[in-house]
């Protein structure tokens, strides 16, 4: 089992910014990667951003060029900066790990953080 914590959700006015960071313990060996997503009302959980353990990083188009993923993998956090917050980012966010044991996948999900930017 692999638990996954997560802060940094908060009101923020369009424009500014906040830093969201996820905390992974438990059975952590085998961690692939590491990400985050967000699922706004009435949509479908999307992914923001995730980072592999050789720090290879994918991002969700909306978001490129405003949020950077990073991770430590020695703490086992990843931490997802936002910049340039607008409105339609609002959402739940929920931190996201993937791990490979001899070769079967698992998928293991925070409890989510709000995240509100108001216009």
């Known amino acids: 089992q692999v638990q996954l914590v997560e802060s940094g959700g908060d009101l923020v006015q369009a424009g500014g910014s906040l830093r969201l960071s996820c905390a992974a313990s438990g059975i952590i060996f085998g961690i692939k990667s590491m990400g985050w997503y967000r699922q706004a009302p009435g949509k479908q959980r999307e992914l923001v951003a995730a980072?592999?353990?050789?720090?290879?990083?994918n991002y969700g188009d909306s978001v490129k060029g405003r949020f950077t993923i990073s991770r430590d993998n020695a703490k086992n956090t990843a931490d997802l900066q936002m910049n340039s917050l607008k409105p339609e980012d609002t959402a739940v966010y929920y931190c996201?790990?993937?791990?490979?044991?001899?070769?079967?996948?698992?998928?293991?999900w925070g409890k989510g953080t709000q995240v509100t930017v108001s216009s």
């Open positions: 996201h790990c993937h791990l490979d044991i001899v070769g079967t996948g698992y998928d293991y």
């Open positions: 980072v592999t353990t050789g720090g290879s990083t």
